[in-house]
């Protein structure tokens, strides 16, 4: 006797069933609370945990991955900002940190035989002008 294969309906060919468990919707105001937690500097996992949903589930969603991205960018372009301003107030420790990050500044150190520490910031010729 031969045996017959029968083809099976696969569910996501049947009307109205897909595979798996349904997407997560998420209502506005939770959206409103992942930016706000994203802006504040929060992690994913984080934002998982306090929106009570698997971390996978923020990570499986191109959307709202995208989403958080933006946000976080937000808050490095603001961070930015303050920086700047207090750059330009003369706060001697963000002159000393942009300097480094845009002019390519460094700290030489020296120890001495005394035990002495200097440091010297060295600028290695990017002049005003190259910026």
Same mark, same amino acid.
């Given at each position: ?8 309906? =696969? ?26 937690? %994203? +802006?504040?500097?929060a ?6 945990? +306090? ?16 989403? +958080?991205?933006k #946000?976080?960018?937000?808050r490095?372009? #603001?961070?930015? *900002? ?21 002019? *390519? ?8 035989? =005394? ?11 990017? =002049?005003?002008? %190259?910026?």
């Amino acid at each position: 006797m031969a045996l017959v294969k029968r083809k099976r309906k =696969s569910r996501a060919t049947v009307p109205g069933r897909g595979r798996g468990k349904p997407k997560r919707v998420f209502t506005d105001i939770q959206m409103k609370k992942m930016g706000e937690l %994203a +802006l504040a500097g929060a992690q994913t996992e984080t934002i998982a945990t +306090l929106m009570g949903v698997p971390r996978e589930t923020i990570d499986s969603r191109p959307d709202i991955q995208t989403f +958080l991205t933006k #946000k976080r960018a937000a808050r490095k372009m #603001k961070l930015r *900002g303050q920086q700047d301003k207090a750059t330009k107030e003369g706060v001697p420790s963000l002159l000393i940190w942009m300097g480094k990050q845009t002019l *390519g500044q460094v700290d030489k150190r020296e120890v001495d035989v =005394s035990g002495n520490l200097n440091v010297t910031v060295v600028d290695y010729g990017k =002049s005003d002008a %190259a910026v």
